[in-house]
Protein backbone atom coordinates (compact mmCIF):
# COMPACT_ATOMS: atom_id res chain seq x y z
CA UNK A 1 0.00 0.00 0.00
CA UNK A 2 1.12 3.63 -0.98
CA UNK A 3 -0.32 6.92 0.13
CA UNK A 4 0.22 9.56 -2.17
CA UNK A 5 -0.69 13.30 -0.58
CA UNK A 6 -0.76 16.75 -2.56
CA UNK A 7 -2.38 20.02 -2.01
CA UNK A 8 -0.20 22.13 0.07
CA UNK A 9 0.93 25.20 -0.71
CA UNK A 10 1.56 28.90 0.44
CA UNK A 11 -1.70 30.59 1.77
CA UNK A 12 -2.76 33.90 3.34
CA UNK A 13 -4.45 33.26 7.50
CA UNK A 14 -8.33 33.19 6.50
CA UNK A 15 -7.73 30.94 3.50
CA UNK A 16 -8.81 27.60 2.97
CA UNK A 17 -6.95 24.43 1.39
CA UNK A 18 -7.95 21.19 0.41
CA UNK A 19 -5.32 18.66 0.70
CA UNK A 20 -5.70 14.66 -0.87
CA UNK A 21 -4.13 11.06 -0.07
CA UNK A 22 -4.79 9.16 -2.47
CA UNK A 23 -4.05 5.25 -1.45
CA UNK A 24 -2.76 2.94 -4.08
CA UNK A 25 -2.78 -0.86 -4.14
CA UNK A 26 -5.17 -1.04 -0.91
CA UNK A 27 -8.45 -0.05 -0.59
CA UNK A 28 -9.21 3.18 1.65
CA UNK A 29 -12.36 2.00 3.23
CA UNK A 30 -11.13 -0.74 5.31
CA UNK A 31 -8.37 1.43 7.32
CA UNK A 32 -8.21 3.39 9.44
CA UNK A 33 -7.31 6.78 8.57
CA UNK A 34 -5.80 10.05 9.56
CA UNK A 35 -4.11 13.30 9.34
CA UNK A 36 -0.56 14.61 11.05
CA UNK A 37 1.09 17.88 10.86
CA UNK A 38 4.82 18.71 11.92
CA UNK A 39 5.70 21.88 12.24
CA UNK A 40 9.29 23.48 12.23
CA UNK A 41 11.20 22.13 15.40
CA UNK A 42 8.21 20.57 16.74
CA UNK A 43 6.76 17.20 16.78
CA UNK A 44 4.34 15.55 15.00
CA UNK A 45 0.94 16.08 15.90
CA UNK A 46 -2.43 14.32 15.67
CA UNK A 47 -4.60 16.47 13.41
CA UNK A 48 -7.79 14.56 11.69
CA UNK A 49 -8.87 10.68 11.37
CA UNK A 50 -11.72 8.77 9.94
CA UNK A 51 -12.34 5.47 10.94
CA UNK A 52 -12.93 2.63 8.54
CA UNK A 53 -15.88 1.19 7.92
CA UNK A 54 -18.76 3.67 9.01
CA UNK A 55 -16.09 6.73 8.44
CA UNK A 56 -17.21 8.31 12.35
CA UNK A 57 -14.24 11.13 12.80
CA UNK A 58 -12.07 12.21 15.24
CA UNK A 59 -10.27 16.27 15.69
CA UNK A 60 -7.54 17.32 17.17
CA UNK A 61 -9.19 20.72 19.74
CA UNK A 62 -7.50 23.16 17.54
CA UNK A 63 -8.95 22.49 14.36
CA UNK A 64 -12.64 21.55 15.61
CA UNK A 65 -15.05 23.38 13.68
CA UNK A 66 -12.30 24.32 10.77
CA UNK A 67 -10.63 20.95 9.73
CA UNK A 68 -13.08 18.17 8.06
CA UNK A 69 -11.32 14.95 7.17
CA UNK A 70 -13.84 12.77 4.75
CA UNK A 71 -13.09 9.92 1.53
CA UNK A 72 -14.44 8.92 -1.31
CA UNK A 73 -13.98 5.34 -1.42
CA UNK A 74 -14.66 5.13 -4.89
CA UNK A 75 -11.95 7.27 -5.69
CA UNK A 76 -9.74 5.81 -3.21
CA UNK A 77 -9.03 9.03 -1.94
CA UNK A 78 -8.71 11.22 1.32
CA UNK A 79 -9.06 15.07 1.83
CA UNK A 80 -8.58 17.37 4.48
CA UNK A 81 -10.53 20.37 3.48
CA UNK A 82 -8.96 23.30 5.94
CA UNK A 83 -10.70 26.58 6.38
CA UNK A 84 -10.00 29.71 8.12
CA UNK A 85 -6.44 28.85 8.03
CA UNK A 86 -4.15 30.44 10.71
CA UNK A 87 -0.27 30.63 10.75
CA UNK A 88 0.00 28.12 13.40
CA UNK A 89 -1.51 25.64 10.85
CA UNK A 90 2.11 25.64 9.47
CA UNK A 91 3.53 22.52 8.96
CA UNK A 92 4.04 19.45 6.48
CA UNK A 93 0.61 17.26 6.87
CA UNK A 94 1.08 13.45 6.27
CA UNK A 95 -1.77 11.08 5.43
CA UNK A 96 -1.49 7.56 7.60
CA UNK A 97 -3.29 4.69 7.49
CA UNK A 98 -4.09 2.29 10.28
CA UNK A 99 -3.92 -1.90 8.50
CA UNK A 100 -6.13 -3.71 9.43
CA UNK A 101 -7.80 -1.12 11.48
CA UNK A 102 -6.97 -2.55 14.66
CA UNK A 103 -7.04 1.09 16.65
CA UNK A 104 -9.71 1.92 19.09
CA UNK A 105 -11.48 5.32 19.21
CA UNK A 106 -9.62 6.61 21.70
CA UNK A 107 -6.63 5.61 19.95
CA UNK A 108 -6.55 7.12 16.74
CA UNK A 109 -4.75 10.18 17.55
CA UNK A 110 -1.27 8.02 17.94
CA UNK A 111 0.86 7.93 15.57
CA UNK A 112 2.44 4.52 16.56
CA UNK A 113 -1.15 2.73 15.30
CA UNK A 114 -0.64 3.94 11.49
CA UNK A 115 1.85 1.43 9.85
CA UNK A 116 1.99 3.06 6.32
CA UNK A 117 2.78 6.88 5.77
CA UNK A 118 2.88 9.54 2.46
CA UNK A 119 5.29 11.54 2.28
CA UNK A 120 3.74 14.72 3.33
CA UNK A 121 2.62 17.98 1.91
CA UNK A 122 3.59 21.44 2.88
CA UNK A 123 1.21 23.57 4.01
CA UNK A 124 2.71 27.67 4.98
CA UNK A 125 0.13 30.33 6.10
CA UNK A 126 1.17 33.68 6.43
CA UNK A 127 -0.19 36.17 8.92
Not at 91 to 97: E, L, N, R
Request: with cysteine.
Amino acid sequence: VQLQASGGGLVQAGDSLRLSCVVSGGTIGHYNMAWFRQAPGKEREFVAAIRAGGGSTYYEDSVKGRFTISRVNAKNALYLQMNNLKPDDTGVYYCAADRPPVAIYSSLPNGRVYDVWGQGTQVTVSS
